[in-house]
């Protein structure tokens, strides 16, 4: 495309883009998106029930092929055998969305001084270990031969600077955990290195860094919440991370790499 229309630019079909985590919540918001721009979709979730689901919804919406996986992105033996599922499927993978992530969070677990080792290992292997195992993998089989690719990884503004934990005041939840902001901390830095060394190979990296998105919480939390804002509310699953997904995953983006884009009404920029 010589001087591709705005449309051609944002066009995926013919991809085929890989959503670990995308059973669920932003996820299911990124790979629903992906799917609506054209693209065939693999999505991973821990329980095959709940991916092969997921998968079946967004192809009825889409009319695009989906499916869903089993994957624990912590194992790297079940991260080789995603990449081959969806290489058997489809032949090719384009598009890396590094989103499946968890943390255990409650009033009495989350301070740093209360933080067991447990619970800081598991954050930081679903979240900062299972970013790079599933780029080290979807790099050396599918990007790198084709010396093309693209790879979004997923972020969080608690990486991006100290959160004020005044907003959980009056609230039964946990919040950001010392481990969730090293991890998510290390996503950031990892796609700059990423998209550095993977440049030579036609391999853009990018990051996406959520606020909080609203999913029911109460109403003491959203108003906290809110006034940290800039724009004075929270995401809005369904909207909110769909179109900074497709641009960055598509042509529209093309001399874009090694970015972060915070998608958090503003949080950031106080």
């Known amino acids: 495309m010589t001087h591709p229309t705005i449309h051609e630019l944002f066009d995926l079909s013919g991809k085929v883009a890989l959503v670990t985590g995308g059973a669920r919540n932003l996820g299911y918001d990124m790979a629903t998106a992906l799917a609506e721009a054209g693209a065939d979709v693999a999505i991973t979730s821990r329980k ?115 959160k004020d ?23 950031i830095n990892l796609t700059r290195e990423m998209a550095c060394w993977l440049a030579q190979y036609g391999i853009r990296v990018n990051c996406i860094s959520p606020g909080g998105f609203w999913r029911g919480h109460n109403e003491t939390f959203t108003q906290q919440y809110n006034y940290l804002v800039p724009m004075g509310r929270m ?16 042509e529209a983006s093309s001399y874009v790499t090694g970015v972060n884009l915070p998608v958090d009404g503003g949080m950031m920029a106080w």
């Open 235 to 250: 995401g809005q699953d369904g909207k909110d991370m769909k179109g900074a997904v497709v641009f960055l995953a598509s």
């Open 165 to 187: 934990h005044r907003v959980y005041h009056g609230t039964t939840m946990g919040g950001v955990t010392p481990d969730y902001a090293a991890a998510k901390g290390g996503v």
């Open 48 to 162: 095959l029930d709940s991916a092969r689901a997921s998968a079946h919804r967004i192809a009825e919406d889409t009319g695009q092929k989906v499916i869903g996986l089993a994957c624990d992105v912590r194992d790297e033996k079940q991260v080789v055998a995603m990449t081959g599922a969806t290489l058997s499927e489809y032949g090719r993978i384009d598009i890396l969305v590094n989103n499946a992530g968890n943390v255990i969070s409650t009033p009495e677990n989350k301070p740093l001084e209360q933080r067991p080792v447990e619970e800081w290992e598991f954050t930081i292997d679903v979240n900062l270990k299972g970013t790079f195992l599933c780029a080290k993998h979807v790099v050396a089989k599918a990007m790198k031969p084709a010396r093309a690719g693209v790879i979004i990884n997923i972020g969080s503004v608690a990486g991006m600077g100290g």
